[in-house]
């Protein structure tokens, strides 16, 4: 499975990165693993490890065979692995519209979309305020669920 965030656990102890977690799935300690596809693509297309879904809403277009979590019986399963922008709380509007428009005027490079392509990430350039709406919805999930499985903080 990719694209997810949960790391397989042993002993107790989560994995303190992916690099341990596939070393953990190849030496055969654990089953199976959540991770970002650019971080497991090339064991993939070799053979060593088996992809078994991807966790975003629709296939991804580096992998077109494997089936999403939802298509594999898991119902409204999405767990998107992101990168953004923040500025600090305060800066001027001005400053944030000139950043974002550099930023999504070189996402918009044939360039470094078809670099991004290449690690199975897809390039989304948005606005400020639907980053933050995105940001907030995922607090939201992310909060409900650590509430519902009772997780707490060490």
Known sequence: MLDGYAHPKTAGKPYKGAADAVTGVLGGQVQ?????????????????????????????????????????????????????????????????????SAINASLASPQLAAAFAKLGAEV?????QAFAAFLAAETQ??????????????
């Open 32 to 100: 199976m693993f959540f991770g970002d596809i650019g971080g497991v693509l090339a064991l993939v297309r070799e053979g060593t490890l088996r992809a078994l879904a991807v966790s975003s809403e629709t296939r991804n277009a580096i992998l077109p065979d494997v089936p999403t979590m939802m298509e594999s019986g898991v119902p409204d399963y999405v767990v998107l692995t992101y990168i953004g922008v923040v500025a600090p709380a305060g800066t001027p509007q001005d400053i944030v519209v000139k950043l974002n």
């Open 124 to 128: 989304r350039p948005a606005p400020p």
């Open 141 to 154: 999930k992310w909060s409900q669920v650590a509430r519902t499985a009772n997780i707490k903080l060490e």
